[in-house]
């Protein structure tokens, strides 16, 4: 017997599956990510199509079925679009972030059971990308700090005059540069302050654009260093050749 489910879901990837099937891993907010199957060959014509769920980030209800006492993936029967991405969509740099931010929630995987604020805050990210007037060049730096502290590990004490570093295993501002790679400046330091205040509203100035690929890549590490995860996020090489 089936058990019918119903969810809101972010769309994170699509991948092929059998003779004309899809697998699509999505991330929901009382689950974390979830992989249904759209079925292919005899049963392509029947429940949803694809086309409206094919980009990362697709924000979307969805229907999905799960034969009771079997250890199968759930099948997608229907789904609709809470809110389209035209905008999103058309534009190469738009979808690079996308890409990004679905990169590293499948990365996290199952460190996003029942994330409800994240979900909320990845679905706000989404129509940001899709605003043709906001500015995204800090966004994937954001979208990373953000996850950082839904997920726990939000860093503790204020930048300031007595505090000019950061220490990224201890996950907190300290007076003196940690050793080794461990740390950050006093330059990246004082940037983090600005995101962690500012959050996807950061404005583009807060971060000089020569300092934004590093200090995404020691946000990166700081999840690292705390989730226990490798987070090899193969989307970050685009995402700085579209950024410089």
Same mark, same amino acid.
């Given at each position: 017997?089936?058990?019918?489910?119903?969810?809101?879901?972010?769309?994170?990837?699509? /991948?092929?599956?059998?003779?004309?099937?899809?697998?699509?891993?999505?991330?929901? =907010?009382?689950?974390?990510?979830?992989?249904?199957?759209?079925?292919?060959?005899?049963?392509?014509?029947?429940?949803?199509?694809?086309?409206?769920?094919?980009?990362?980030?697709?924000?979307?209800?969805?229907?999905?079925?799960? /034969?009771?006492?079997?250890?199968?993936?759930?099948?997608?029967?229907?789904?609709?679009?809470?809110?389209?991405?035209?905008?999103?969509?058309?534009?190469?740099?738009?979808?690079?972030?996308?890409?990004?931010?679905?990169?590293?929630?499948?990365?996290?995987?199952?460190?996003?059971?029942?994330?409800?604020?994240?979900?909320?805050?990845?679905?706000?990210?989404?129509?940001?990308?899709?605003?043709?007037?906001?500015?995204?060049?800090?966004?994937?730096?954001?979208?990373?700090?953000?996850?950082?502290?839904?997920?726990?590990?939000? =860093?503790?004490?204020?930048?300031?005059?007595?505090?000019?570093?950061?220490?990224?295993?201890?996950?907190?501002?300290? =007076?003196?540069?940690?050793?080794?790679?461990?740390?950050?400046?006093?330059?990246?330091?004082?940037?983090?302050?600005?995101?962690?205040?500012?959050?996807?509203?950061?404005?583009?100035?807060?971060?000089?654009?020569?300092?934004?690929?590093?200090?995404?890549?020691?946000?990166?590490?700081?999840? /690292?260093?705390?989730?226990?995860?490798?987070?090899?996020?193969?989307?970050?090489?685009?995402?700085?050749?579209?950024?410089?």
């Amino acid at each position: 017997m089936a058990v019918q489910s119903y969810t809101e879901a972010v769309v994170l990837r699509v /991948r092929p599956w059998g003779e004309g099937g899809h697998l699509v891993d999505v991330f929901t =907010p009382d689950s974390g990510i979830l992989t249904l199957v759209k079925r292919g060959g005899r049963m392509a014509n029947q429940g949803v199509r694809l086309p409206a769920i094919v980009y990362p980030l697709a924000w979307l209800r969805v229907n999905y079925s799960v /034969r009771r006492g079997e250890a199968t993936i759930a099948t997608l029967t229907d789904a609709e679009p809470v809110k389209s991405y035209s905008r999103l969509v058309q534009n190469p740099a738009r979808v690079a972030v996308a890409l990004y931010v679905a990169d590293l929630l499948l990365a996290l995987g199952a460190t996003l059971i029942a994330a409800p604020e994240l979900f909320d805050f990845t679905t706000a990210l989404g129509q940001r990308l899709d605003d043709e007037e906001a500015k995204i060049a800090l966004l994937p730096l954001a979208f990373t700090v953000q996850t950082a502290d839904y997920l726990g590990y939000r =860093p503790a004490g204020e930048y300031g005059e007595e505090t000019p570093y950061f220490d990224l295993e201890e996950g907190c501002f300290c =007076p003196a540069r940690p050793i080794g790679g461990r740390g950050l400046d006093a330059e990246e330091a004082a940037a983090l302050c600005r995101v962690l205040q500012g959050g996807i509203d950061t404005p583009a100035a807060a971060v000089p654009k020569q300092l934004r690929p590093r200090l995404l890549r020691r946000a990166i590490q700081y999840l /690292r260093v705390h989730t226990g995860l490798p987070l090899e996020l193969k989307s970050l090489g685009v995402l700085e050749q579209m950024f410089g």
